[in-house]
């Protein structure tokens, strides 16, 4: 097995990942979960003369579990949902993507 693939299968299962749902854009969940890392962190808005901090959240995805995140779908950890947002980049191994994600209500 590649070493790297290995690392990253290690930190998938470490804490601060999480177990979640993919659901494609207009598609229907997968019933097989996958392994996300979500971070959340802060971003400065300007916003006129003064600045904001807003809070993101960024989810990164083995290729293995999703091979193309895509705008539009969904992530579910337990109750919470997120759109995700924006295009996946994918890392410099080509083993994982991340994508920024929004809460649906």
Known sequence: MDPFAAALDVLFFAPGSS????????GVE????????RGQPDKSVGFGEQQVIEGTNVFEIRKSDVAEPERGA?????????KLL????????????????SPVS
């Open 19 to 26: 177990e979640a749902f993919y659901t494609p854009k207009g």
């Open 30 to 37: 997968r019933p097989t979960p996958i392994r996300v890392i």
């Open 74 to 82: 969904v992530i579910r950890m337990g109750d919470a949902r997120y």
């Open 86 to 101: 924006g295009e996946a980049m994918l890392d410099l191994e080509g083993l994982s993507n991340t994508i920024g994600g």
